[in-house]
């Protein structure tokens, strides 16, 4: 049984779906695939990917980014966190897990997350040029702070029924420390800093006794090890990316 990290297919684009499509129905019955968020926003579509990927794969593992949690298209009454609700229905009905998950000597535990602009404040230009301020509506009261600790307080806080010599490995779609924007990334883009994640999660990860954690959200494809925990983002990203991007599963090896 091997493991499978990918995040931000972002089906929208009818490209990024068809490679979905193409994924092999045979090689994968044995194996786990994470999915670190941001498929679509839209629930058919979301359903359409989940269903594939549960059918090619023996387990699949999922948490929402932040574009699953769009509403623009939704009834005006629908608010992120009930979409949010749906998007947890989907994955149920589609045989896909967002809850910790057991293989051998290996345990998964999804982190559900959000940003508290813990990794910075953000300037007058973010608010213009982040659609997650337009494409999500939140109840009275939840700015990204209290969103945060929404998600957050829905995670584990300690492993489950812990085994002797177990490893564990997390996952979220966001990103649980600002270091891993590697310094290449030009100073004009880290003013995204602030909505990239939550030290929350960072904290969270550790306490479980995480090794290594999948993130997803920057579409920066990077493996590192800082403070004893190896990271790795495999994003598919937009069409446009195929420079910064992988585009295809990798397995999750450790080599520590």
Not at 9 to 26: G, L, M, T
Not at 139 to 149: C, K, Q
Request: proline fraction near 6%.
């Amino acid at each position: 049984m091997r493991l499978f990290a990918i995040s931000d297919i972002h089906i929208d684009y009818p490209d990024n779906a068809q490679w979905v499509e193409q994924v092999s129905d045979a090689d994968y019955r044995d194996d786990i695939l994470i999915l670190a968020g941001d498929l679509t926003e839209d629930r058919r579509l979301l359903a359409w990917c989940l269903g594939r990927f549960a059918a090619k794969f023996r387990q699949v593992l999922f948490v929402p980014g932040n574009h699953d949690l769009w509403v623009r298209h939704e009834p005006a009454d629908m608010c992120s966190l009930r979409k949010f609700e749906h998007v947890v229905d989907i994955a149920t009905e589609a045989g896909v897990s967002m809850y910790t998950y057991r293989y051998g000597n290996t345990v998964i535990v999804p982190l559900l997350g959000w940003y508290d602009y813990s990794f910075g404040t953000p300037d007058s230009d973010l608010g213009k040029l982040w659609m997650d301020y337009r494409a999500c509506r939140w109840p009275e009261g939840f700015d990204p702070a209290r969103v945060t600790e929404h998600f957050l307080d829905l995670n584990p806080e300690t492993v489950p029924h812990p085994r002797p010599g177990e490893r564990v490995v997390t996952f979220s779609h966001f990103l649980p420390r600002i270091d891993l924007i590697p310094f290449f990334v030009p100073r004009a883009m880290r003013h995204l800093d602030p909505v990239l994640g939550s030290t929350g999660i960072e904290r969270q990860l550790r306490a479980l006794g995480s090794h290594l954690h999948i993130y997803g959200h920057s579409h920066i494809n990077r493996r590192v090890r800082l403070d004893g925990v190896t990271y790795i983002n495999n994003a598919f990203g937009y069409p446009q990316e195929g420079a910064i991007a992988a585009r295809r599963l990798i397995e999750i090896i450790d080599e520590t």
